[in-house]
């Protein structure tokens, strides 16, 4: 059974930093593309970036590019979103989310990430 | 500021059918596979259909998915109180070179 667990989300200032990581298991883990898919309270989903199975591509939302970096450790069968110079707006439950031939395939529960002073 | 429009809201009685629209441009739906989701209440996205028309495992054929030009359709038939979510649509961005979703449909069983 495919299982996808984040973790690292809470409260944090605006201005400070976060990672959150998402632990795989079930599936091989190596062969698939990962994908961050947040919701801000209330909204609807948002795409953030997801990675290539070999960290050879990259991608990300334009809103986003150079706050946030994905990264993947295969070893580890882990993902993970550092976050920087978090904004009010960033406040959002973070979902990882498998992709398979293009399509994010299977979820996690995902962690909750509030951005206030 | 999604680039694929849903409507709002619909409706319908119990066993009747629902349809959502999904309207994209040719960056995105014009050009690449359309996905659904299905989320209930304090859950994570269920994926309901990839590939504009294809039904992952378990999910039953109540749900259907279609696309013509730069639109998609999510039909729902013999619709259940257990269908009261939210749905979106999604696809590939080749401009935006990134995933986008729909704005989500609020599906309620009357």
């Known amino acids: 059974e495919v299982q996808l667990v984040e973790s690292g989300g809470g409260l944090v200032k605006p201005g400070g930093s976060l990672r959150l990581s998402c632990a795989a298991s079930g599936f091989t883990f190596s062969s698939y593309a990962m994908n961050w898919v947040r919701q801000a309270p209330g909204k609807g989903l948002e795409w953030v970036s997801s990675i290539s199975s070999s960290s050879t591509s990259m991608y990300y939302v334009d809103s986003l590019k150079g706050r946030f970096t994905i990264s993947r450790d295969n070893g580890k069968n882990s993902l993970y979103l550092q976050m920087n110079s978090l904004r009010v707006e960033d406040t959002a439950v973070y979902y990882c989310?498998?992709?398979?031939?293009?399509?994010?395939?299977?979820w996690g529960q995902g962690t909750l990430v509030t951005v206030s002073s | 500021q999604s680039v694929l429009t849903q409507p709002p809201s619909v409706s319908a009685a119990p066993g009747q059918k629902v349809t959502i629209s999904c309207s994209g441009s040719?960056?995105?739906?014009?050009?690449?596979?359309v996905f659904w989701y299905q989320q209930l209440p304090g859950t994570a996205p269920k994926l309901l259909i990839y590939e504009n028309n294809k039904r992952p495992s378990g999910i039953p054929d109540r749900f259907s998915g279609s696309k013509s030009g730069t639109s998609a359709t999510l039909g729902i038939t013999g619709l259940q109180t257990g269908d009261e979510a939210d749905y979106y649509c999604g696809t590939w961005d080749s401009s935006l070179s990134g995933k986008v979703f729909g704005t989500g449909t609020k599906v309620t069983v009357l």
């Open positions: 040719s960056s995105n739906i014009g050009n690449n596979h």
């Open positions: 989310a498998r992709e398979s031939a293009g399509t994010p395939d299977h």
